[in-house]
């Protein structure tokens, strides 16, 4: 096909992301959803009031701290300057 995107690899993508989601959802429980939910604001809250008192904040920064991993704290960190709770 030459250049750009090769549609079987890309329908078996969306094929495989659709299972995956399914998935997750057949063992998504809402109670489990609501805890996870309850503690990803505690941690909001406490990384905003970690980075009021932190000389440097970055993803590396939260994960020493708070044990998360880098992707995650990477995600957590735009999350919370795109809602405009950190500059």
Known sequence: MG??????????SLVNK???FQQL???ADPELL????DWLEELEEE???FAK???SLNAETLTERFG????GAAFLLTKLKREGRLA
């Open 3 to 12: 250049e750009g995107v090769d549609p079987t690899n890309m329908c078996r």
């Open 18 to 20: 659709v299972t995956r």
């Open 25 to 27: 959802m057949a063992v």
């Open 34 to 37: 609501v805890l996870f939910e």
């Open 47 to 49: 990384v905003v009031s």
């Open 53 to 55: 008192e932190a000389k």
């Open 68 to 71: 998360l991993p880098l992707a």
